[in-house]
């Protein structure tokens, strides 16, 4: 594969690499050593990234119930349902056992799709034998245990492979529009609080103030997750003791009974005395555990003990205490529920409860961008997206990444939500829709994951399948409904995005079929260098390749066109490391292929290293890693002819590669290709910046017939 049409590799996770000239690279995993204090600090500093959307969530969630004339037991019905709710998907489901499932640190719904095809020989990922299998998540059995029934299905069936990959797809997609409507739904409902005391102040401008402060927001997040959560945390840790404390007031001044909810046998009686109305009471009940999955897909910028702590010792409490606070005024004042949380702040704190509610509304946001960051990444990095920049902004954490095409996108997007949709329950409908979705794919995905990898009893999956599946279809069953009313708006979204995953992902798979078809072994490539019309010039080529079982196409058109061939050439591949940094000394690895003045040269380099090292810049790391392979296992000779090359001077060349769409080819290949090659043309390259004069470039083209 040329370097031009590769995704760099991420696969493989050394955390330390022996790069011995003629030795395989040994990968070994460090395990992460974090104290008990570095595990609060991050706790800390998860209440201003991770829990924003789950513990502002009391903003909107009574205001999209469509209440009519509810009465006490109504009221106790609908707190019993999001306890349990709360309690059942937010702390057994997600901080119980969700966030087990990590993949190499990163969590989401890509990063459950991506550990089960790495454990099931499927999709591009390496097999469970390889490399990469031996550094994955340490909670995970990928072991020499046989594989079960339902992996051998998985790998035979090819309808199987395609029904995951299009669940995981919907996943990420719903998610990313999870990432739009948060900061929609959040800011908007936060500053609508201002219209009560000043009712002159029209809805019109209350979307307008709302579209300028998410514009803040989202140009503070090329700071990065760290910065941002540091300034963010004390908002939230605010919001998360003030909001119980107006809670406890409020239960006691109103109805001190309202724990007698918990009793289950409450929303069982809430359904039989409501039916339908009821039922789709709960397309507004499911928002109070809006912003549980970014739990999961957060989990590469912080670690799983930090979240969990947050999760069990302060949002859920403040959650619950909040929604028994606001029930109880409810109780006492039935008809407020349209306004469910600014009724029951207390006149005499009702400004400084504003003030920090608009903040809070803020921060929310952000746990679902630095979410969708997350999930960007892991598409990219396993060719699933169009290749975008992603920096990473953290030496220290690989997962703490910023994507400024990404964030632009998102901020438009999220603007024009508010400014075209500024109703909050059309939003709040659309909203529900997502939340639902991501929770009911996530369930299915780490049931997969518990019976291939975990080998768990049937015993246990069963009970978590059926308990969560049942609670998050009853749940999609009453959103679906509202399809017309705002529901429409993330399908539309999920749509658009999962057609480019699609199409890039085809694209990228007819590429890779052309060129391990029509790859070059090293028999064929001495067959191409002894060729009477092919000279050997002076000088010395560096040729881009990512062919790891041979050598690209692109090498036969090269030689084949220009007849010629640097008298050294070095085969050069470039791997990325989820690792921050690569020894200088470790990180190229040099190989002979038994042909005169041919060499392979494989550059290892971590998310946080620059290929040019402390003044040395890439090529001379390079000649000096291949002159001393030579000393120590070749002649002076072979020295010789490198010092003469180098005087020669080099070229460095990659491949360019495009689709030849033929007139045989099926109007389903044309549109699609046509799409990848638009696409491709548009999007980043994946070779780095190595800082090598332009004139020393050239670029092959090469039409790949489809």
């Known amino acids: 594969m040329s370097i031009d049409d590769q995704a760099p590799s991420s696969l493989s996770i050394p955390s330390a690499i022996n790069v011995h ?92 799709y991506s550990l089960l095809c790495r454990n099931m020989n499927i999709g591009i990922l390496p097999p469970r034998n390889s490399a990469s299998s031996m550094v994955s998540s340490s909670n995970t059995n990928e072991s020499d245990m046989k594989p079960s029934k339902l992996s051998k299905m998985f790998e035979k069936s090819m309808l199987a492979r395609r029904v ?11 998610l990313i529009g999870d990432g739009i409507l948060t900061p929609a739904i959040s800011v908007l409902s936060a500053i609508d609080g201002v219209r009560a005391p000043f009712p002159q102040f029209s809805k019109s401008m209350v979307e307008a103030l709302s579209a300028v402060i998410l514009i803040f927001l989202f140009l503070l997040q090329k700071y990065g997750t760290s910065r941002v959560s540091f300034l963010f945390s004390p908002i939230m840790g605010a919001w998360t003791l003030t909001t119980p404390l107006v809670g406890i007031y409020s239960i006691i001044k109103h109805y001190p009974g309202i724990f007698k909810a918990l009793s289950p046998h409450h929303i069982v009686l809430f359904f039989l005395r409501n039916g339908k109305i009821g039922w789709l009471s709960l397309g507004g009940t499911v928002l109070c555990i809006t912003g549980s999955e970014a739990l999961f897909a957060d989990l590469g910028h912080f670690n799983r003990s930090s979240i969990q702590y947050a999760f069990m010792f302060t949002i859920y409490p403040s959650l619950v205490l909040t929604y028994a606070g606001q029930t109880a005024y409810l109780i006492r004042h039935v008809n407020d529920h349209s306004d469910g949380f600014y009724k029951f702040i207390p006149t005499k704190i009702y400004w400084p409860m504003f003030a920090i509610a608009t903040l809070a509304a803020v921060v929310a946001s952000q746990s679902l961008i630095s979410a969708t960051f997350s999930l960007i990444k892991q598409s990219v990095m396993l060719d699933y997206f169009p290749r975008v920049k992603v920096v990473h902004t953290s030496s220290s954490k690989e997962g ?115 060129e391990v078809t029509h790859k070059i072994d090293i028999d064929g490539l001495r067959a191409l260098i002894s060729d009477p019309r092919v000279h050997r010039v002076p000088g010395i080529c560096f040729f881009y390749t990512n062919t790891q079982d041979g050598f690209t196409p692109v090498l036969g058109h090269y030689l084949n066109n220009t007849k010629s061939l640097q008298k ?23 190989t002979r292929y038994g042909l005169a003045g041919v060499y392979g040269c494989t550059v290892h380099y971590g998310y946080a ?28 000779e072979d020295n010789l002819e490198l010092e003469e090359a180098k005087k020669a001077g080099e070229v460095h060349v990659r491949g360019k590669t495009r689709f030849h769409i033929g007139q045989n080819s099926s109007l389903f290949d044309r549109t699609m290709l046509a799409f990848y090659e638009v696409m491709h043309n548009n999007c980043r390259s994946s070779l780095p910046a190595l800082d090598v004069p332009l004139p020393q470039h050239m670029e092959v083209g090469m039409l790949y017939e489809a």
């Open 164 to 174: 995951l990959l299009f669940i995981s797809i919907l996943g990420m997609c719903m």
């Open 400 to 514: 703490e990444v910023y994507s400024p095409e990404i964030n632009y996108i998102l901020m438009v997007l999220c603007v024009a939500v508010i400014l075209i949709f500024g109703d909050g329950k059309d939003i709040g409908n659309a909203f529900g829709v997502v939340v639902s979705m991501v929770m009911l794919i996530t369930t299915i995905l780490v049931t997969l994951v518990m019976i291939i990898i975990w080998k768990t009893s049937p015993l246990l999956v069963f009970p978590f399948f059926f308990t969560f599946f049942t609670m998050e279809s009853i749940y999609v069953s009453a959103v679906i409904t509202k399809l017309l009313e705002g529901g429409w708006i993330p399908f539309v979204i999920s749509f658009i995005l999962a057609f480019i995953m699609f199409g890039w992902y085809y694209g990228r798979q007819r590429k890779m079929n052309y």
């Open 568 to 590: 050294v050439v070095i085969f050069t591949t470039l791997r990325y490391l989820l690792v921050p940094k690569v020894a200088p000394d470790e990180r190229i690895r040099i």
């Open 609 to 636: 290293d620059s290929l040019n090292l402390e003044g040395e810049n890439f090529v001379d790391q390079v000649y000096g890693r291949l002159d001393a392979y030579l000393r120590e296992f070749l002649g002076q």
């Open 21 to 112: 000239p003629n030795s395989t690279p040994r990968f070994t995993l460090i395990p992460k050593g974090s104290s008990k204090w570095s595990t609060l600090v991050l706790s800390y500093k998860t209440l201003g990234v991770v829990f924003g959307g789950l513990v502002t969530s009391p903003l909107y969630v009574y205001p999209s119930m469509p209440l009519k004339s509810p009465t006490e037991e109504d009221y106790l019905g609908i707190f019993s349902i999001m306890f349990w709710t709360l309690s059942l998907i937010g702390v057994l489901k997600y901080a119980g056992i969700t966030l087990r499932a990590d993949d190499q640190g990163e969590g989401g719904t890509f990063a459950l």
